[in-house]
């Protein structure tokens, strides 16, 4: 299969929907959709119509600006034609039952949240309702020359960073904390799903048109005409070539549920990877919470994208965050939505102003309440192990017991030889580097291959498992504990531990640390196997090798405040 050259406009990177479909469609030469069309989030503009004022406008886009992604020419690389794909989804499972409402069902099983609220809205225009999970975005786009119409879907940031909260048993709820990771979201099992059903969709056209009906009723003439005429030609083009080169829908593994491969994806966008690369390429990393981003001097766990003529790893205060700082984050952000969301370099440009009022919203950003006691006596002297053992790293937490906030943060970079944790996420940045210094990112970014991790900031880690920069580790009490961290384990749609601070589950005959007997998970759970390329659980270990268990129970006691 002949790659095509480098185009930074087809980056497919991190998106979640371009994984699944985009990669399908990647290299269609759509003749009739050469005619650009372009349409912001329905969301959005629904969000902006009932609230115009400014105040809020960052925690707006942050749920629902596409960023101008939805265009005819994503369609290409990363957004998705959305009744087409969710059709086809619910057909491949059941075939009597075509409604949205079980549509919504069907998605939560891969970890995407159809939120009854969002905890920390803020304004008085409450957010609009959600028809379909948060985080998935949709446009009608339209032209008349050529005639067509399709509703295209591509992501926004809450898809990943919008998180379920918890209950006073330690049960996730239907309602999300922005900024918070979605450690459910299983990018792997919906990729694979999604190629299955769009196989066993495509050889009954009849069937799948009927079915779009169904489920869309209000569907219009012209893009049911699309669909038939455009569309699916290409998609049964495209599944029969991947039949024959690799038999699935990439060469990669997305990882498990919160946990992304979003270098793989990167490398072969790029043309950089050839054949089935799945054993190789395990650059696997968990989805971070955005608590502390603005005192970042560089993103990634590997610190790799940095801004430039700023220094990658200094010492940073909430009180002295400058605009300068902000707006060079900012840049990166924006980019991240090449590789993300299928913009063109210049479309991302046109949004730093955008990324910027997002990044404002991130610069108040609270996390959630621990939902369960607190031994206040105990955390107060965890405090004080924090302050001697870890503060060095993860940064200075705001002093007292209420309201616990992130002041200042190192941005210490840690080689490997000191840390031991796997490797495997950092080191294919140095075949990566050189090509996106040759794009539009060496404009707006300073990557550098770093050799280690930088440490991150801790906000809401209680919410947040499982550890480490893979997702390696179940709970902080497993992370304390590394002789007895289990080499396999379940994760997705999982319970919160109190106690171990983490996924709630017991250790079987088998050495299997499962979910308890009775506990239904919200998500289809997976078993993540820490022996595999990529997913080892080494690393932080000598950090609680001097503490007593009562240090570490206090320690974990304080944790629970941030």
């Known amino acids: 299969m002949t790659r095509r050259p480098l185009n930074v406009r087809r980056l497919a990177g991190y998106s979640l929907l371009a994984i699944a479909t985009g990669v399908l469609l990647a290299r269609w030469q759509w003749d009739l959709l050469r005619g650009y069309a372009r349409a912001p989030s329905l969301e959005l503009l629904a969000m902006q119509a009932k609230a115009p004022s400014t105040d809020v406008i960052g925690l707006i886009r942050f749920t629902y600006d596409d960023l101008g992604s939805l265009n005819t020419d994503a369609l290409q690389t990363h957004a998705t034609p959305w009744k087409v794909v969710s059709t086809a989804l619910l057909q491949h499972r059941d075939a009597e039952e075509l409604t949205l409402e079980r549509l919504n069902a069907l998605l939560r099983e891969f970890g995407f949240?159809?939120?009854?609220?969002?905890?920390?809205?803020?304004?008085?225009?409450?957010?609009?309702p959600f028809r379909r999970p948060i985080g998935i975005l949709t446009s009608q786009l339209r032209r008349s020359v050529p005639p067509i119409e399709v509703e295209a879907a591509n992501i926004g940031c809450a898809a990943c960073h919008a998180g379920v909260t918890y209950d006073a048993d330690g049960n996730a709820t239907r309602d999300v904390w922005l900024g918070l990771p979605n450690t459910s979201l299983n990018l792997e099992a919906f990729t694979s799903d999604v190629y299955e059903s769009l196989k066993a969709a495509l050889p009954d056209r009849d069937r799948l048109i009927a079915g779009i009906r169904t489920l869309y009723p209000q569907v219009s003439e012209r893009e049911v005409a699309t669909i038939e005429g455009v569309l699916l030609p290409r998609i049964d083009e495209r599944l029969q070539e991947l039949e024959v080169?690799?038999?699935?829908?990439?060469?990669?593994?997305?990882?498990?549920?919160?946990?992304?491969?979003?270098?793989?994806?990167?490398?072969?966008?790029?043309?950089?990877?050839?054949?089935?690369?799945?054993?190789?390429?395990?650059?696997?990393?968990?989805?971070?919470?955005?608590?502390?981003?603005?005192?970042?001097?560089?993103?990634?766990?590997?610190?790799?994208?940095?801004?430039?003529?700023?220094?990658?790893?200094a010492r940073t205060e909430l009180a002295g965050v400058t605009e300068g700082h902000a707006r060079g984050l900012a840049e990166i952000v924006t980019f991240?939505?090449?590789?993300?969301?299928?913009?063109?370099?210049?479309?991302?440009?046109?949004?730093?102003?955008?990324?910027?009022?997002?990044?404002?919203?991130?610069?108040?950003?609270?996390?959630?309440?621990f939902p369960g006691p607190i031994d206040s006596a105990r955390a107060a002297r965890g405090r004080e192990i924090y302050r001697l053992e870890?503060?060095?790293?993860?940064?200075?937490?705001?002093?007292?017991?209420?309201?616990?906030?992130?002041?200042s943060f190192p941005n210490r970079h840690v080689p490997q030889a000191e840390m031991n944790t796997d490797s495997a996420r950092w080191q294919p940045d140095s075949s990566l580097i050189p090509v996106l210094r040759k794009t539009e990112f060496g404009k707006h970014i300073d990557a550098a291959s770093t050799g280690g991790y930088v440490a991150t900031p801790l906000t809401a880690l209680w919410a947040t498992a499982p550890y480490l920069h893979n997702g390696s580790v179940p709970t902080l009490w497993h992370l304390m504990h590394p002789n007895l961290r289990p080499d396999r384990f379940y994760v997705g749609g999982h319970r919160l531990n109190f106690e171990t601070v983490g996924i709630d589950g017991i250790l079987d005959a088998d050495g299997v640390y499962r979910y308890r007997e009775g506990y239904e998970p919200w998500s289809t759970p997976a078993l993540y196997d820490a022996t595999r390329p990529g997913l080892s659980n080494f690393g932080h270990e000598r950090e609680f090798g001097a503490l007593t268990e009562e240090e570490k129970r206090a320690l974990l006691e304080y944790l629970k405040l941030l």
């Open 245 to 313: 080169t690799l038999g699935r829908a990439i060469p990669y593994s997305n990882g498990f549920p919160g946990i992304t491969n979003g270098v793989g994806a990167l490398k072969w966008t790029m043309g950089l990877l050839r054949g089935d690369a799945t054993e190789r390429e395990v650059s696997f990393t968990s989805i971070p919470d955005l608590g502390g981003t603005l005192l970042r001097t560089s993103l990634l766990y590997d610190g790799t994208y940095g801004v430039p003529g700023m220094p990658r790893f």
């Open 113 to 128: 949240v159809v939120p009854d609220t969002i905890a920390n809205w803020r304004g008085n225009v409450p957010p609009e």
């Open 336 to 369: 991240f939505t090449v590789p993300s969301m299928g913009t063109t370099p210049a479309i991302a440009e046109q949004h730093i102003p955008q990324a910027v009022q997002i990044l404002e919203f991130l610069s108040a950003y609270e996390p959630p309440p």
């Open 390 to 407: 870890c503060a060095q790293c993860h940064g200075e937490y705001s002093a007292g017991m209420q309201s616990v906030r992130l002041v």
